[in-house]
Each structure stands twice: as C-alpha cells, then as structure tokens.
C-alpha cells in the first residue's frame, strides 16, 4: 500500500537558515510526488511537483526538492527562509492517473527573527 | 475568477443534528475532492467525484454523504453529527487527474460539533 510519512511534525528555524522538510514514501513503483503548502488560515497550494526526469525540481517561492530513489525520498529544501514562509507543508504521493492523492500528517514550520 | 469557494466558513452543532457543506468551482473542474483535516493526521480524503453526477468513497467516509448535481457545485453532508466530527473541511477541485493536474483547495470550513 502507498504511503507518506513526514518524521518532523514541527521544525522551527530563524530567518535567513536553510531549511529541509522529510519526506518518505512507500510505493511499489516510481510514484508521483507531491510538496504543498498551508498558510494560516488557509486551503493547501502546490508548491511543487515530481514525475519523471530530473530528480531536482523548483518550485515557487524559491522551493526545491530532490528524489532520491534508494532512500525512498522526496525532501523539500529552501536555501535561506523568509518568515513568510511559516506555513504546514505536506508531502502527497500518487500513482500514475490516480483519481486520488495520499498525503503526509504534515511539518509545521515555525520561522524566528 | 473565485476558485474554490466554500460555504460556511465556520459552523457549530449539536449531536445529531444535520448539515450540508457547499463547495463551488469556477474552473470548470471535472474532479472535486472533500477532506478533513485533524491535529496529527493531515489530509484525510472523505470522498470525491471524477465527474457530474459521479460519487466515490475516501479514506474516512464513514458518517458522510455527498452529491454532485452540478459540475461546479459538490455537497457534503452529515446527516447526524458526532462530536468525532469535529475538524477543518477542505474542498478541493482538478481539471483531472491530480497527478497530472494541480489540486486547487477552498479556504476550508471549521465544523464543531459539541
């Protein structure tokens, strides 16, 4: 069965660290890969998303995250934090043309200055 | 252009007593998703619909009815609310398959059943 699994469920970092997000996944197979985000009070956004190809992608608000598949891994970096970015991040895996997405319980991200 | 709209925003119940979530899209979305959201466990799919007129079972369904009359509007309901009910409902909408497309979320709905 696929699964998600976020080990942090609260990171906190002072503006201007880098920061990086867990994420594994268990999948029979190369599954799609999901980050989005969650800002107070509001519905989740997309940040970035993995099918195929290069294994580093980018994102929006100056997100990356790196596939690795020997660690069944979808970690989700930023090189320097803005307290804007203080938000719930899931992680979401899905198969191919699924009809549905499985999501992670989600990390926290608290942002000092 | 609103997205995804929801309606209430906020809601308190009673025990057994019954409501109906509205979410509406204006993109036109085929797929429409109902979750809820709970300290500690994230995104929990209640139920979703790849089409007018079409329903099918989540994660957590149990409890909950939907229906999809329309293709912009999805209803959920709760026919006889439980206090386990209490959470953060999110709608969400996709052109179609959310692997190949982005899954757009409404500003969820805080439900309280005491």
């Known amino acids: 069965a696929q699964s998600v699994t976020q080990p942090d469920i609260h990171i906190t970092v002072s503006e201007g660290a880098s920061l990086e997000l867990r994420c594994n996944y268990s999948y029979g197979a190369t599954p799609y890969l999901f980050w989005y985000v969650q800002s107070p009070g509001q519905g989740l956004q997309l940040l970035l998303k993995?099918?195929?190809?290069?294994?580093l992608v980018q994102g929006i608000k100056g997100f990356e995250a790196e596939f690795k598949r020997s660690q069944s891994s979808f970690n989700l970096r930023k090189p320097s934090v803005h307290w804007s970015d203080a938000a719930e991040y899931f992680c979401a895996v899905g198969p191919y043309n699924t009809d549905k997405l499985i999501f992670g319980t989600g990390t926290r991200l608290q942002v000092f200055p | 252009n609103a997205g995804v709209t929801q309606t209430p925003k906020f809601r308190v119940l009673k025990t057994g007593q019954s409501m109906t979530l509205l979410c509406a899209q204006d993109m036109n979305h085929e797929y429409m998703y109902w979750y809820r959201q709970d300290p500690g466990m994230g995104l929990r799919l209640i139920h979703y619909s790849v089409g007018e007129g079409t329903t099918a079972k989540g994660e957590v369904p149990d409890g909950y009815n939907v229906s999809r009359l329309k293709k912009q509007n999805f209803l959920l309901g709760l026919e006889s609310a439980a206090p386990s009910q209490t959470s953060v409902y999110f709608c969400a909408s996709s052109s179609s398959t959310p692997t190949q497309y982005e899954q757009y979320f409404g500003p969820g709905t805080r439900l309280t059943v005491t």
């Open positions: 993995y099918f195929s190809g290069d294994t």
